[in-house]
């Protein structure tokens, strides 16, 4: 491959891969109980493993990651965890603690963005969150992250949202 067509990534495939780092390291410090820069320090440390596939291989998606973006949502997310989860926890239909690791740790990452990340707009932090849902997620979670996901846009960014439905 030439150094042309070995392009630097988009912004928004750097920010996709920062979102992929974030959930596996939401993820781990969910269910290690290790503290998030730690979590954080062995993501960045990572290895090649031949035996991933090339949307798992975490050094792949941490060439082309936005590690400032990466770092801003891995150390902020557990700062604000208890807001990010009264956010969004009276859309769902289960308590909390029911929630599959993966779907949580999803959740939190959305209602971040939809909270504190005006500049991200909603449709692209809807559809984020269902791709890496259908990724990384149970077989139908992407559904369960759409509909929640959807709801809390709707509560946080209602402005926007009426916003663009007039410019339709």
Do not use: C
């Amino acid at each position: 491959m030439t150094a042309a067509k070995k392009s630097k990534p988009s912004r928004s495939q750097a920010r996709s891969a920062a979102r992929q780092l974030t959930l596996q390291a939401l993820y781990q410090w969910q269910v290690s109980g290790n503290p998030m820069h730690q979590v954080e320090a062995s993501i960045r440390a990572s290895v090649p493993d031949d035996g991933l596939e090339p949307h798992e291989e975490i050094t792949l998606v941490l060439q082309r990651a936005d590690l400032a973006y990466f770092h801003e949502l891995a150390q902020q997310i557990p700062q604000k965890v208890q807001e990010l989860d009264n956010s969004f926890s009276h859309f769902l239909d289960r308590r909390l603690e029911e929630l599959d690791p993966v779907e949580l740790a999803l959740l939190r990452l959305a209602a971040y963005e939809l909270i504190f990340r005006l500049d991200v707009p909603y449709r692209v932090i809807i559809n984020e969150s269902v791709e890496l849902a259908k990724r990384f997620g149970a077989t139908a979670s992407h559904k369960y992250i759409n509909g929640i996901v959807d709801k809390l846009a709707q509560h946080q960014r209602m402005a926007e949202i009426q916003a663009k439905r007039q410019s339709q």
